[in-house]
């Protein structure tokens, strides 16, 4: 069962202390039963207010995270999250990400056409229509990515909204005759909106692994712009490091490989 986390309280420290103190006990720092230290200890470790330090632990008890017992003091309820989250390795990330649309479920939130923010058209190198798709992609019920995609209105007539809700978007182009040639991609860290955060099962506020790929086809058109956002704790990336050349040259570069869906 995926925890939930929209009690965030009012007031920045607040939530501050909340978020930190809720992803260690996520992270499983916490131990389920386990008691936290006292409010004049947290107060003092995060240089807040006792008032502050009882606004944060409402909330994580209200996300069903912290028992408050009288006598006793805060205990641990909620158990660190199972190891049932997604790894991709950087290097090999492209075709982990088509397999992952595979293995894992999506539930569709929008969907329409739209004229391209500026960013989106610069990227596809065009400012004609777009379909924009918003869904989330789950691992069981667990929610673990908010994917925003922009496709050109003339590949995206090819396929329908049910088709977005049950079939990958890669495998969507190719079946619309789309050659991938190859992608630019980014990736770095942000905070989570009101919106995303509902749909992700998050804090407002909580931080996300934002990923931007760009994908362009054989006569470098753009056919995908994808905006993902990720839940760190249910989605990580790893890296293989090689040392390589001689003496004073030597240097880590990554190990790479080219899985079997890369070729298709």
Do not use: C
Request: no cysteine.
């Amino acid at each position: 069962m995926a925890q939930t986390a929209r009690q965030s309280p009012e007031g920045g420290k607040a939530q501050r202390v909340y978020l930190l103190l809720r992803d260690e006990i996520l992270r499983g720092e916490h131990a389920r039963g386990a008691a936290l230290p006292g409010e004049l200890r947290l107060a003092e470790m995060h240089g807040v207010s006792r008032v502050t330090i009882r606004r944060a632990l409402d909330a994580l008890a209200a996300d069903g995270l912290i028992e408050r017992r009288a006598g006793v003091g805060t205990i641990v309820a909620g158990a660190a999250l199972p190891q049932t989250g997604i790894a991709a390795d950087f290097a090999t990330l492209m075709p982990q990400l088509v397999r992952m649309g595979r293995t894992t479920t999506a539930r569709l939130l929008s969907y329409g056409y739209v004229t391209p923010p500026p960013a989106v058209a610069e990227a596809l190198r065009s400012d004609a229509r777009v379909q924009r798709a918003v869904r989330v992609r789950l691992i069981g019920e667990a929610p673990f990515s908010h994917l925003t995609t922009h496709v050109p209105e003339a590949i995206a007539q090819n396929f329908s909204e049910a088709d977005l809700a049950t079939t990958p978007l890669f495998r969507l182009l190719e079946r619309s005759g789309v050659e991938v040639d190859h992608a630019d991609q980014s990736i770095s860290a942000t905070l989570a909106t009101p919106e995303v955060a509902e749909a992700l099962d998050l804090a407002p506020g909580s931080a996300l692994i934002a990923l931007t790929r760009v994908v362009y086809d054989a006569a470098g058109r753009g056919v995908e712009h994808l905006s993902a956002l990720y839940r760190p704790d249910r989605f990580r990336l790893e890296m293989t490091l090689n040392r390589i050349g001689r003496d004073g040259a030597r240097q880590w570069a990554p190990t790479l490989a080219i899985a079997p869906e890369a070729a298709r």
